[in-house]
């Protein structure tokens, strides 16, 4: 999409996918068709949230589900 000057902010926008990127280039957040992700400073997804399920992965694994369903908690990803 690029810079846009206030006067010119679109009323909608579309996409496939969004990402979020810090300034040194990781991928911090991710949304798309299968849910949103949040990754830490090393890229390492440590939430995420999906059609039925949102799921935290913590330093010593994934925390217990709140699921609507029986599946394990999976994060979002997306392909670069």
């Given amino acids: 999409i690029g810079a846009v000057m206030p006067e010119q ?7 496939r996918a969004f ?3 810090d300034a040194n280039g ?8 299968t849910g ?5 400073e090393n ?13 935290y992965w913590g330093e010593t694994g994934p925390s217990a ?6 599946a394990s908690p999976t994060p ?3 392909t670069t």
Avoid: C, L
């Avoid at 990781?26 to 068709?33: G, I, L, V």
């Avoid at 949103?36 to 830490?40: G, N």
């Avoid at 589900?65 to 029986?70: D, F, I």
């Fill in 9 to 15: 902010i679109p009323e909608v926008i579309r996409a």
């Fill in 19 to 21: 990402q979020v990127i």
């Fill in 26 to 33: 990781n991928e911090r957040a991710a949304m798309n068709p």
């Fill in 36 to 40: 949103i992700s949040y990754a830490d």
């Fill in 43 to 55: 890229g390492t997804v440590r939430a995420g949230m999906e059609t039925d399920r949102i799921g």
């Fill in 65 to 70: 589900p709140r699921s609507t369903s029986s």
């Fill in 76 to 78: 979002a990803r997306t």
